[in-house]
């Protein structure tokens, strides 16, 4: 499956955040079990540069796939 990229002037209109996290190896991890379910994402790192101790890392999916993908991070967070 071939990397995502998201659009930016329709960022709103076709993808909304399904997880958010400190973690990047746990969001990259999410990001692989949607892509294994065919669930196109995109990881969006917001931590800031100089201090890695503030922000997130979000994961974004098409609307269209939404409660499907919320189904894998359920999974996901159980395993946890």
Known sequence: MTPF??????VD??????????LLYKTEILRALLEEEEIPAVVINKM????LSFGEIELY????????AMQVVSKF???E
């Open 61 to 68: 999916v098409q609307r269209q796939d939404v409660l499907k």
């Open 48 to 51: 800031d540069s100089a201090y």
């Open 77 to 79: 967070n159980e395993s």
């Open 5 to 10: 990229s998201l659009p930016p002037d329709n």
């Open 13 to 22: 209109e076709a993808w909304e955040i399904i997880y958010s996290s400190p």
